[in-house]
Protein backbone atom coordinates (compact mmCIF):
# COMPACT_ATOMS: atom_id res chain seq x y z
CA UNK A 1 0.00 0.00 0.00
CA UNK A 2 1.17 3.41 -0.95
CA UNK A 3 2.34 5.18 1.98
CA UNK A 4 1.45 9.30 2.48
CA UNK A 5 3.21 11.46 5.14
CA UNK A 6 0.91 14.47 5.46
CA UNK A 7 2.04 17.35 7.85
CA UNK A 8 -0.69 20.47 8.45
CA UNK A 9 -0.74 22.32 12.12
CA UNK A 10 -4.64 22.85 11.23
CA UNK A 11 -6.65 20.01 12.38
CA UNK A 12 -9.53 20.10 10.02
CA UNK A 13 -6.81 20.84 6.92
CA UNK A 14 -5.18 17.45 8.29
CA UNK A 15 -8.34 15.79 8.74
CA UNK A 16 -9.82 16.77 5.41
CA UNK A 17 -6.14 15.95 3.46
CA UNK A 18 -6.24 12.68 5.49
CA UNK A 19 -9.92 11.92 4.34
CA UNK A 20 -9.38 12.66 0.91
CA UNK A 21 -6.67 10.19 1.07
CA UNK A 22 -7.62 7.20 2.27
CA UNK A 23 -10.90 7.13 0.09
CA UNK A 24 -8.17 6.57 -2.46
CA UNK A 25 -6.69 3.37 -0.31
CA UNK A 26 -3.52 5.06 0.46
CA UNK A 27 -1.72 4.51 4.23
CA UNK A 28 -2.04 7.98 5.56
CA UNK A 29 0.32 9.20 8.25
CA UNK A 30 -0.36 12.84 9.79
CA UNK A 31 1.86 14.81 11.24
CA UNK A 32 1.43 19.12 12.59
CA UNK A 33 5.11 19.92 11.85
CA UNK A 34 7.80 19.82 10.02
CA UNK A 35 10.01 18.45 12.71
CA UNK A 36 7.34 15.50 13.87
CA UNK A 37 7.01 15.12 9.28
CA UNK A 38 10.86 14.62 9.17
CA UNK A 39 11.07 12.00 12.41
CA UNK A 40 8.17 10.13 11.31
CA UNK A 41 9.81 9.85 7.57
CA UNK A 42 13.27 8.57 9.15
CA UNK A 43 11.34 5.80 10.91
CA UNK A 44 8.82 4.84 8.22
CA UNK A 45 9.84 6.35 4.95
CA UNK A 46 6.90 7.25 3.03
CA UNK A 47 6.05 7.61 -0.49
CA UNK A 48 5.48 10.78 -1.18
CA UNK A 49 5.18 13.82 1.53
CA UNK A 50 2.65 16.22 1.11
CA UNK A 51 2.87 19.63 3.43
CA UNK A 52 1.95 22.99 4.78
CA UNK A 53 4.41 25.93 4.50
CA UNK A 54 3.39 27.79 7.43
CA UNK A 55 3.81 25.65 10.52
CA UNK A 56 5.36 25.87 14.19
CA UNK A 57 8.58 24.26 14.91
CA UNK A 58 9.38 23.77 11.79
CA UNK A 59 7.93 25.41 8.96
CA UNK A 60 7.47 23.40 5.37
CA UNK A 61 10.44 25.22 3.57
CA UNK A 62 13.29 24.03 6.31
CA UNK A 63 11.66 20.78 6.14
CA UNK A 64 11.68 20.27 2.22
CA UNK A 65 15.66 21.65 2.80
CA UNK A 66 16.35 18.90 5.22
CA UNK A 67 14.69 16.16 3.43
CA UNK A 68 16.48 16.94 0.08
CA UNK A 69 20.05 16.80 2.09
CA UNK A 70 18.99 13.61 3.68
CA UNK A 71 20.50 10.89 1.58
CA UNK A 72 17.63 7.62 3.07
CA UNK A 73 14.95 10.71 1.77
CA UNK A 74 16.32 13.06 -0.50
CA UNK A 75 14.98 10.77 -3.66
CA UNK A 76 10.83 11.03 -2.43
CA UNK A 77 8.47 13.29 -4.18
CA UNK A 78 7.64 16.14 -2.20
CA UNK A 79 4.39 18.95 -2.42
CA UNK A 80 3.62 21.73 -1.08
CA UNK A 81 0.10 22.11 -0.12
CA UNK A 82 0.06 26.35 0.88
CA UNK A 83 -2.98 28.73 1.13
CA UNK A 84 -0.73 31.03 2.55
CA UNK A 85 2.85 31.45 0.74
CA UNK A 86 0.96 31.69 -2.78
CA UNK A 87 3.54 34.74 -3.71
CA UNK A 88 4.79 33.45 -7.39
CA UNK A 89 8.57 34.18 -5.75
CA UNK A 90 7.16 31.37 -3.17
CA UNK A 91 6.72 28.90 -5.63
CA UNK A 92 10.19 29.40 -7.49
CA UNK A 93 11.61 29.47 -4.49
CA UNK A 94 9.86 26.06 -3.61
CA UNK A 95 10.70 24.70 -6.71
CA UNK A 96 14.53 25.62 -6.27
CA UNK A 97 14.24 23.95 -2.83
CA UNK A 98 13.79 20.57 -5.17
CA UNK A 99 9.90 20.28 -4.64
CA UNK A 100 7.82 18.31 -6.71
CA UNK A 101 5.25 19.99 -6.84
CA UNK A 102 3.82 23.45 -5.66
CA UNK A 103 0.01 23.72 -5.02
CA UNK A 104 -2.46 26.23 -3.68
CA UNK A 105 -4.98 25.46 -1.35
CA UNK A 106 -8.03 24.26 -1.75
CA UNK A 107 -8.30 22.49 -4.29
CA UNK A 108 -11.27 19.87 -5.66
CA UNK A 109 -10.49 16.89 -3.88
CA UNK A 110 -10.00 14.97 -7.49
CA UNK A 111 -7.92 17.61 -8.76
CA UNK A 112 -5.58 17.27 -5.80
CA UNK A 113 -6.13 13.54 -6.00
CA UNK A 114 -4.76 13.31 -9.94
CA UNK A 115 -1.57 15.94 -8.60
CA UNK A 116 -1.07 12.72 -6.07
CA UNK A 117 -1.53 10.02 -8.58
CA UNK A 118 0.65 12.20 -11.51
CA UNK A 119 3.61 12.77 -9.06
CA UNK A 120 3.46 8.66 -8.04
CA UNK A 121 3.44 8.11 -11.22
CA UNK A 122 6.71 9.59 -12.33
CA UNK A 123 8.36 7.68 -9.84
CA UNK A 124 8.84 4.21 -11.68
CA UNK A 125 10.10 5.52 -14.80
CA UNK A 126 13.21 6.71 -12.92
CA UNK A 127 12.83 10.00 -13.80
CA UNK A 128 15.89 11.29 -12.13
CA UNK A 129 15.48 13.32 -8.47
CA UNK A 130 14.52 16.59 -7.69
CA UNK A 131 17.82 18.02 -6.11
CA UNK A 132 18.19 21.58 -5.25
CA UNK A 133 18.73 24.17 -8.01
CA UNK A 134 20.71 25.98 -5.24
CA UNK A 135 23.42 25.80 -2.85
CA UNK A 136 22.85 25.78 1.07
CA UNK A 137 23.86 30.20 0.96
CA UNK A 138 21.21 30.71 -1.39
CA UNK A 139 18.89 28.65 -0.07
CA UNK A 140 18.83 30.37 3.46
CA UNK A 141 19.35 34.22 1.57
CA UNK A 142 16.01 33.44 -0.60
CA UNK A 143 14.81 31.99 2.62
CA UNK A 144 14.88 34.98 4.36
CA UNK A 145 13.50 36.95 1.80
CA UNK A 146 10.41 34.69 1.50
CA UNK A 147 9.84 35.27 5.19
CA UNK A 148 10.43 39.14 5.52
CA UNK A 149 7.84 39.23 2.64
CA UNK A 150 5.70 36.89 4.41
CA UNK A 151 6.06 38.83 7.50
CA UNK A 152 5.60 42.70 5.25
CA UNK A 153 2.76 40.64 4.47
CA UNK A 154 1.17 40.22 7.97
CA UNK A 155 2.64 43.55 8.74
CA UNK A 156 0.06 44.89 6.30
CA UNK A 157 -2.72 43.04 7.48
CA UNK A 158 -2.38 44.01 11.44
CA UNK A 159 -2.45 47.19 10.01
CA UNK A 160 -5.57 46.89 7.83
CA UNK A 161 -7.49 44.91 11.07
CA UNK A 162 -6.27 47.65 13.24
CA UNK A 163 -7.27 50.30 11.13
CA UNK A 164 -10.76 48.44 10.48
CA UNK A 165 -11.44 48.20 13.96
CA UNK A 166 -10.53 52.22 14.46
CA UNK A 167 -12.93 52.70 11.85
CA UNK A 168 -15.58 50.65 13.47
CA UNK A 169 -14.92 52.14 16.70
CA UNK A 170 -14.95 55.62 15.22
CA UNK A 171 -18.78 54.62 13.81
CA UNK A 172 -20.06 53.38 17.09
CA UNK A 173 -18.91 56.45 18.40
CA UNK A 174 -20.17 58.65 16.05
CA UNK A 175 -23.50 56.63 15.84
CA UNK A 176 -23.79 56.91 20.14
CA UNK A 177 -23.10 60.90 19.45
CA UNK A 178 -26.25 60.92 17.02
CA UNK A 179 -28.11 59.01 18.97
CA UNK A 180 -27.59 61.50 22.24
CA UNK A 181 -27.98 64.47 20.02
CA UNK A 182 -31.49 62.71 18.80
CA UNK A 183 -32.44 62.52 22.81
CA UNK A 184 -31.80 65.61 23.46
CA UNK A 185 -33.77 66.78 20.84
CA UNK A 186 -37.20 64.57 21.34
CA UNK A 187 -36.47 65.70 25.07
CA UNK A 188 -36.76 69.41 24.32
CA UNK A 189 -39.78 68.63 21.44
CA UNK A 190 -41.65 67.15 24.23
CA UNK A 191 -41.01 69.40 26.67
CA UNK A 192 -41.84 72.27 24.69
CA UNK A 193 -45.54 70.23 24.07
CA UNK A 194 -45.44 69.89 27.95
CA UNK A 195 -45.62 73.33 28.57
CA UNK A 196 -48.12 73.96 26.11
CA UNK A 197 -50.39 71.36 27.33
CA UNK A 198 -49.88 73.53 31.08
CA UNK A 199 -51.18 76.67 29.10
CA UNK A 200 -54.24 74.68 27.76
CA UNK A 201 -54.95 73.11 30.96
CA UNK A 202 -54.85 76.45 32.61
CA UNK A 203 -57.05 77.79 30.50
CA UNK A 204 -59.99 75.20 30.25
CA UNK A 205 -59.55 75.88 34.52
CA UNK A 206 -60.45 79.33 33.80
CA UNK A 207 -62.71 79.20 30.80
CA UNK A 208 -65.78 80.91 31.42
CA UNK A 209 -68.22 79.12 28.53
CA UNK A 210 -68.12 75.10 27.90
CA UNK A 211 -67.44 75.52 24.20
CA UNK A 212 -64.01 77.38 25.55
CA UNK A 213 -63.38 74.30 27.85
CA UNK A 214 -64.20 72.03 25.20
CA UNK A 215 -61.99 73.53 22.68
CA UNK A 216 -59.01 73.42 25.45
CA UNK A 217 -59.82 69.96 25.64
CA UNK A 218 -59.48 69.28 22.38
CA UNK A 219 -56.07 71.23 21.95
CA UNK A 220 -54.86 68.77 24.58
CA UNK A 221 -55.89 65.84 23.69
CA UNK A 222 -54.13 67.23 20.07
CA UNK A 223 -50.65 68.03 22.14
CA UNK A 224 -51.08 64.57 23.86
CA UNK A 225 -50.89 63.09 20.18
CA UNK A 226 -48.29 65.25 19.03
CA UNK A 227 -45.87 63.54 22.49
CA UNK A 228 -47.21 60.11 22.06
CA UNK A 229 -45.87 60.19 18.37
CA UNK A 230 -42.52 62.05 19.35
CA UNK A 231 -42.11 59.11 22.13
CA UNK A 232 -43.03 56.24 19.23
CA UNK A 233 -40.41 58.48 17.14
CA UNK A 234 -37.51 57.53 19.65
CA UNK A 235 -37.49 54.18 17.82
CA UNK A 236 -37.02 55.69 14.61
CA UNK A 237 -34.03 57.63 15.97
CA UNK A 238 -32.41 55.41 16.94
CA UNK A 239 -32.35 52.89 14.18
CA UNK A 240 -31.71 55.89 11.89
CA UNK A 241 -28.71 56.60 14.37
CA UNK A 242 -27.43 53.45 13.71
CA UNK A 243 -28.10 53.37 9.91
CA UNK A 244 -25.13 52.87 7.00
CA UNK A 245 -24.78 56.33 5.00
CA UNK A 246 -26.85 55.88 2.11
CA UNK A 247 -27.27 58.42 -1.15
CA UNK A 248 -30.51 60.63 -0.03
CA UNK A 249 -32.61 62.42 -3.30
CA UNK A 250 -31.82 65.98 -1.38
CA UNK A 251 -35.16 67.71 -3.48
CA UNK A 252 -37.27 64.96 -2.69
CA UNK A 253 -36.60 64.69 0.99
CA UNK A 254 -36.60 68.55 1.30
CA UNK A 255 -40.60 68.92 -0.18
CA UNK A 256 -41.40 66.28 2.03
CA UNK A 257 -40.27 68.39 4.77
CA UNK A 258 -42.05 71.12 3.37
CA UNK A 259 -45.35 69.86 2.78
CA UNK A 260 -45.11 68.81 6.78
CA UNK A 261 -45.06 72.20 7.86
CA UNK A 262 -46.51 74.21 5.64
CA UNK A 263 -50.39 73.84 5.81
CA UNK A 264 -50.71 76.88 8.41
CA UNK A 265 -48.64 78.68 6.11
CA UNK A 266 -49.19 80.87 2.53
CA UNK A 267 -44.88 80.65 2.33
CA UNK A 268 -43.96 78.70 -1.19
CA UNK A 269 -41.06 76.19 -1.49
CA UNK A 270 -38.31 76.83 -5.01
CA UNK A 271 -36.21 74.17 -4.66
CA UNK A 272 -33.78 74.11 -7.69
CA UNK A 273 -32.11 71.07 -7.15
CA UNK A 274 -33.22 68.04 -9.24
CA UNK A 275 -30.79 65.04 -9.50
CA UNK A 276 -28.45 66.14 -6.21
CA UNK A 277 -27.97 63.44 -3.91
CA UNK A 278 -26.04 63.16 0.01
CA UNK A 279 -24.27 60.19 0.98
CA UNK A 280 -25.17 60.36 4.47
CA UNK A 281 -27.00 59.69 7.76
CA UNK A 282 -31.12 59.57 6.89
CA UNK A 283 -30.98 61.87 9.86
CA UNK A 284 -30.36 64.46 7.13
CA UNK A 285 -34.30 65.02 6.76
CA UNK A 286 -34.10 66.42 10.65
CA UNK A 287 -32.16 69.26 9.32
CA UNK A 288 -34.04 70.41 6.44
CA UNK A 289 -36.93 70.07 8.43
CA UNK A 290 -35.30 72.37 11.15
CA UNK A 291 -34.12 75.26 8.65
CA UNK A 292 -37.76 74.80 6.83
CA UNK A 293 -39.32 75.25 10.96
CA UNK A 294 -36.72 78.03 11.49
CA UNK A 295 -37.54 80.07 8.02
CA UNK A 296 -41.60 79.84 8.84
CA UNK A 297 -41.33 81.14 12.37
CA UNK A 298 -38.96 83.37 12.72
CA UNK A 299 -39.12 84.75 8.96
CA UNK A 300 -41.97 87.48 10.10
CA UNK A 301 -44.83 88.65 7.95
CA UNK A 302 -42.13 89.54 5.32
CA UNK A 303 -41.52 86.00 4.11
CA UNK A 304 -43.10 84.71 0.94
CA UNK A 305 -40.66 81.61 -0.14
CA UNK A 306 -38.10 79.93 0.93
CA UNK A 307 -35.54 78.91 -1.74
CA UNK A 308 -32.95 75.49 -1.93
CA UNK A 309 -29.97 75.93 -4.36
CA UNK A 310 -26.87 74.83 -5.02
CA UNK A 311 -23.46 76.16 -6.00
CA UNK A 312 -19.93 73.81 -6.22
CA UNK A 313 -16.40 75.77 -4.98
CA UNK A 314 -13.06 74.84 -4.32
CA UNK A 315 -13.99 73.21 -1.08
CA UNK A 316 -16.83 71.30 -2.76
CA UNK A 317 -20.47 71.44 -2.98
CA UNK A 318 -22.99 74.61 -1.11
CA UNK A 319 -26.35 73.56 -0.20
CA UNK A 320 -28.00 76.94 0.16
CA UNK A 321 -31.58 77.76 1.99
CA UNK A 322 -32.59 80.88 1.93
CA UNK A 323 -35.72 82.93 2.73
CA UNK A 324 -36.74 87.08 2.13
CA UNK A 325 -37.57 87.05 5.38
CA UNK A 326 -37.00 89.06 8.20
CA UNK A 327 -32.59 88.98 8.55
CA UNK A 328 -30.89 88.14 11.62
CA UNK A 329 -28.49 91.00 13.11
CA UNK A 330 -24.90 91.22 12.92
CA UNK A 331 -24.77 90.56 16.69
CA UNK A 332 -27.09 87.46 16.89
CA UNK A 333 -24.35 85.75 14.69
CA UNK A 334 -21.88 84.24 16.54
CA UNK A 335 -24.64 82.58 18.12
CA UNK A 336 -26.98 81.98 15.96
CA UNK A 337 -26.20 78.08 16.58
CA UNK A 338 -25.80 78.09 20.24
CA UNK A 339 -28.31 75.79 22.07
CA UNK A 340 -28.82 78.65 24.77
CA UNK A 341 -28.51 81.37 23.36
CA UNK A 342 -30.29 80.62 20.31
CA UNK A 343 -33.36 81.76 22.23
CA UNK A 344 -36.44 79.79 22.20
CA UNK A 345 -37.44 77.97 19.61
CA UNK A 346 -33.50 78.30 18.28
CA UNK A 347 -32.89 74.63 19.53
CA UNK A 348 -33.55 73.22 15.95
CA UNK A 349 -30.21 74.98 14.91
CA UNK A 350 -27.97 73.39 17.40
CA UNK A 351 -29.54 70.11 15.96
CA UNK A 352 -28.81 70.90 12.52
CA UNK A 353 -24.74 72.23 13.42
CA UNK A 354 -24.06 69.38 15.39
CA UNK A 355 -25.62 67.00 12.92
CA UNK A 356 -23.93 68.35 10.09
CA UNK A 357 -20.30 68.34 11.87
CA UNK A 358 -20.72 64.60 12.79
CA UNK A 359 -21.12 64.33 9.42
CA UNK A 360 -18.74 65.70 8.17
CA UNK A 361 -20.39 68.95 7.13
CA UNK A 362 -20.66 72.58 8.18
CA UNK A 363 -23.12 75.70 8.47
CA UNK A 364 -22.94 79.24 7.93
CA UNK A 365 -25.90 81.87 8.16
CA UNK A 366 -24.26 84.33 5.40
CA UNK A 367 -27.36 85.89 4.95
CA UNK A 368 -28.04 90.09 4.87
CA UNK A 369 -28.83 91.43 8.13
CA UNK A 370 -31.40 94.08 5.98
CA UNK A 371 -32.59 91.92 3.21
CA UNK A 372 -32.98 87.91 4.15
CA UNK A 373 -31.86 84.89 6.01
CA UNK A 374 -29.52 82.57 4.14
CA UNK A 375 -27.81 79.75 5.63
CA UNK A 376 -24.84 77.48 3.94
CA UNK A 377 -24.16 74.30 4.14
CA UNK A 378 -20.76 73.12 2.98
CA UNK A 379 -20.40 69.43 1.66
CA UNK A 380 -17.01 68.11 1.04
CA UNK A 381 -16.23 66.35 -2.37
CA UNK A 382 -16.96 62.80 -2.62
CA UNK A 383 -20.20 63.69 -0.38
CA UNK A 384 -22.48 64.67 -3.13
CA UNK A 385 -23.32 63.55 -6.38
CA UNK A 386 -25.64 64.55 -9.62
CA UNK A 387 -27.64 60.89 -10.27
CA UNK A 388 -28.39 60.68 -14.04
CA UNK A 389 -25.34 62.76 -15.11
Known amino acids: MTRILIADDNPQNLYLLESILKAHRFDVIPATNGA ?32 KADEQLKHIPFIFYTATYTDPRDERFAMDLGADRFVIKPQKPEI ?66 KLSLMTEVTYQDIQNKVTALRGYAELSRNAESENERSACIDKQVEILGVIQNLIKKTKDYQQMGMAQSSWIDVERNIRMQMSMQSQKHSVSLVCDLQGLELFTDPLISRVFYNLIHNA ?12 FSWKEGPDGLHLICENDGTGIPAAEKPFLFDRIAGGEGKFGLFFVREF ?14 ARNVRFEIRVPDGMYRFSGT
Open 36 to 67: EALEAAKTVPPDLVVTDILMPVMDGFELCRRW
Open 356 to 369: LSLSGMSIEETGDP
Open 296 to 307: LRHGGSAITRIV
Open 112 to 177: LSRIIFDVLAEQPKNLPEKKPHIDEAESLRQYNEVLFRKLEKKVKQLEDEIAGHQKAEEQILLANR
